[in-house]
């Protein structure tokens, strides 16, 4: 009994309420051309897993699924809060499935990412409550151009904003109250993959009326004074016209699809970025939005049009300045393509979602490797029957050693990643006195599966610390050093196997004989994890 009453006081205490804010609350600041995002006043990168989108509606079903994470070596939680359970009468608020969530990671030290299920999960309005669905002359939905009503939100209503609005922000209020000096939620997601369908917009009294007024002059502004910086795809509509800066929606961008997408792009963006700025007036936290992305060949209104995707990303700038990112889920091939496109413009990289599949702990050593990522996060992670033995927890353990190296030497352009496939071509780069190529590491031929049809992915991190000094980190990859001198050559003076704890270097194997091939190269075998330190020599 005793051990008992002692864990209940301890749970009490966690959560007792707390109405001060820590000084060292999370954020976003600018290191050079980089974001990064500071907690507890370090930079932090989000080895992070998403529960599956019922997970967190049940502590019974969630209790079992804690050690599950830890396994996997995650250090962030990304959690929904649904609107139904926080209000589920009008006016009266239950946060007890965020406090639940709230203490078990920290009693797991984990930090917590919070999506806000609410006007939209997945296009659609289906968390919203039984008192916002069973009214909908107060609450309305969105028309298509048949005049057909759909489960989903129209933004064009004041109700619809100011009754998701104000449950946002008391979710805010409680967070700042009992998590405002631990810190645990680290940055809150607004809504959920925010998207039109069956159409390109909705065709509801209010969103024709808007239709056919003038482009805001908000918009018209933010074009005008980013024109020589303007993504393609908008630059390109606007230009198509003119560069007009007075009239309606297809006066300024054109008849079709495209422009009926903007226009729904402007006004979900505007939505979004009144709940941003009444919750940071809440609580500040960092916030984003999420998008699906739309397959090749649909049409606007064949996938989930106008969230925050990457040919509308300056609608959505401007549409909602307070909305700190924008994050693509991942379930389409080409990996390195939608990186690209969500990397343009400063955006950092921040992957709130991608399939928990094969291949995306390679994935996950090149997006923090390549790219200005802050997170990565497969779905569902809590599905796996063998949590000890699943990839991306390996990839994880590694990255979370190197995670002080890459935040420190990124912003100086000292970091590079790299993914690799089968019929991949060598990646090379040059860095300081050296050029380093990569190659799948099947490629060298004698590997047990070199010869299977299918090769697993591989993926991995090059860090120079110094001139002739680098950290090497991944899976299945191989790595040559020349000297991008004239008539010298590249020799290693020593390839340590090691680990870090608390961010000393702790070196167990010295590599130098058949492990680098008698000096040709630094391997790390397909299916296997390390850490090697490679210190280079010019003779």
Aim: glycine share 8%.
């Amino acid at each position: 009994m005793k051990s008992k009453l002692f864990t209940i006081g301890i749970i009490l205490f966690c959560l007792r309420p707390n109405a001060q804010v820590s000084s060292n609350m999370p954020r976003l600041v600018k290191t050079g051309n980089y974001v990064q995002l500071l907690v507890e006043n370090k930079p932090f990168l989000v080895l992070g897993g998403e529960l599956g989108n019922s997970s967190a509606s049940s502590n019974e079903y969630m209790r079992p699924v804690w050690p599950t994470l830890k396994q996997m070596n995650l250090n962030t939680v990304i959690a929904p809060v649904y609107w139904e359970l926080v209000e589920p009468i009008e006016g009266r608020f239950n946060f007890s499935l965020v406090d639940t969530l709230l203490r078990n990671a920290r009693l797991n030290k984990m930090k917590l990412v919070l999506l806000w299920f609410g006007a939209w999960k997945n296009s659609m309005s289906c968390y919203t409550p039984a008192w916002v669905k069973l009214n909908s002359t107060r609450f309305p939905r969105i028309l298509d151009k048949t005049g057909n009503p759909h489960e989903i939100l129209t933004p064009f209503n004041k109700n619809n904003l100011e009754a998701d609005s104000k449950a946002f922000v008391k979710l805010m209020e409680h967070i700042k109250q009992v998590d405002g000096k631990q810190n645990t939620v680290i940055i809150v997601q607004v809504e959920n993959e925010i998207g039109m369908l069956p159409d390109a917009r909705t065709y509801d009294e209010a969103a024709n009326a808007a239709f056919s007024q003038p482009v805001p002059a908000a918009l018209i502004s933010f074009l005008e004074k980013n024109k020589d910086r303007l993504l393609p795809e908008i630059k390109s509509a606007w230009e198509k016209n003119g560069y007009k800066t007075s009239g309606n929606w297809e006066t300024v961008f054109g008849k079709g699809l495209s422009t009926d997408e903007i226009f729904m792009s402007w006004y979900y963006a505007v939505f979004t970025n009144e709940l941003a700025v009444a919750g940071k007036a809440a609580y500040n936290l960092p916030m984003y939005v999420n998008a699906a992305l739309n397959r090749p060949g649909r049409k606007p209104g064949e996938y989930p049009s106008a969230g925050p995707l990457p040919h509308i990303m300056d609608i959505w700038k401007a549409g909602a300045p307070a909305v700190d990112l924008l994050a693509p889920d991942f379930y389409n091939p080409d990996f390195k393509h939608w990186c690209d496109l969500y990397t343009r413009g400063g955006n950092p990289l921040f992957i709130p979602e991608i399939r928990f599949e094969n291949g995306i702990d390679a994935k996950a050593f090149f997006a923090f490797g390549n790219y200005n990522c802050l997170a990565f996060s497969p779905f569902s992670i809590e599905s796996t029957e063998h949590p000890e033995k699943e990839p991306i927890g390996k990839a994880y353990n590694i990255l979370k050693q190197v995670s002080h190296l890459i935040t420190t030497y990124q912003p100086a352009g000292a970091v590079n990643g790299f993914l690799l496939e089968k019929d991949s071509l060598a990646k090379e780069i040059t860095t300081g006195s050296y050029r380093i190529t990569v190659n799948h590491e099947y490629k060298l031929g004698w590997a047990a599966g070199a010869k299977d049809d299918n090769w697993p992915l591989a993926g991995g991190i090059i860090i120079s610390v110094a001139p002739d000094e680098f950290y090497v980190a991944g899976t299945g990859i191989v790595i040559t050093f020349a000297s991008a001198m004239t008539n010298k050559k590249a020799g290693f003076i020593s390839i340590d196997e090691g680990k870090f704890e608390n961010q000393r270097w702790i070196p167990r194997r010295r590599m130098n004989g058949d492990q680098d091939h008698q000096g040709r190269h630094v391997r790390i075998p397909g299916k296997e994890y390390s850490i090697q330190h490679v210190k280079l020599y010019t003779y």
